[in-house]
């Protein structure tokens, strides 16, 4: 069974450009997720969806940061336009139901410049 | 808001020893997970305890939660240089599905 995936896993744009992130969970995983590590700081929690819906958005920073996952099945962050607060490694993961194991991915290593 | 700390933020010890790492958290959860995330790689899930269980094993893992402390604790027997890495521990929010971690413990195994 093929893990969660992330792609890039890294990319590098300058202040004001737009970037945009893509996560594939684990197949048959209904519940997805976005984290995000900012340097020398916890990992923390951006967003929640169950299938194409957005549970819970409460971690999300701003307005600049847009998730979608249209069909339920991979989702997208993007970022737009990025800041240098910005930089950091983006984690998605994924679980079959709501309070089980999530899964993460590998993570999109972000540079703002 | 509901942090988990672990403790000690780092954590030295000879290959074949055992390292005992410790997590505190704040409000009630359903469940405590912990994490291993090797330097640069993605984290990757090492067990899930729920919350009416006290102990749990994972072939060289053992994990305690003590609810009425607030705390859980990770134990690798018989350690390996391979099990440098930097460790977590994260707890739901209760009635959220969001993961909260904390700052994590870096273990360095000398060979």
């Known amino acids: 069974e093929a893990g969660v995936t992330q792609f890039p896993s890294h990319s590098v744009i300058e202040k004001g450009q737009t970037v945009t992130l893509r996560c594939d969970p684990i197949?048959?995983?209904?519940?997805l997720y976005w984290y995000r590590r900012v340097m020398g700081k916890e990992i923390k929690f951006l967003l929640h969806?169950?299938?194409?819906?957005?549970q819970d958005e409460s971690g999300m920073p701003n307005n600049r940061f847009l998730a979608e996952r249209t069909g339920g099945t991979y989702s997208t962050l993007k970022v737009q336009p990025a800041e240098l607060e910005d930089s950091g490694v983006y984690f998605c993961?994924?679980?079959?139901w709501g309070l089980g194991e999530q899964y993460f991915g590998p993570g999109t290593r972000l540079t703002v410049t | 808001s509901q942090q988990g700390e672990e403790d000690p933020q780092a954590l030295s010890i000879q290959e074949g020893e055992n390292a005992t790492m410790n997590c505190s958290y704040k409000t009630s959860i359903n469940n405590l997970q912990w994490y291993r995330q090797n330097s640069g790689r993605g984290l990757v899930h090492l067990i899930l305890i729920r919350s009416n269980e006290r102990e749990k094993h994972s072939g060289r893992l053992r994990v305690t939660l003590d609810t009425s402390k607030k705390s859980s604790s990770l134990l690798i027997t018989a350690s390996r240089a391979a099990d440098t890495a930097s460790y977590f521990c994260?707890?739901?929010?209760?009635?959220?599905?969001?993961?909260?971690f904390g700052s994590g413990t870096r273990l360095l195994v000398r060979p």
């Open positions: 197949s048959g995983h209904d519940n």
């Open positions: 969806f169950v299938k194409e819906s957005k």
């Open positions: 994260a707890t739901d929010a209760g009635s959220s599905y969001k993961l909260i």
């Open positions: 993961a994924s679980s079959t």
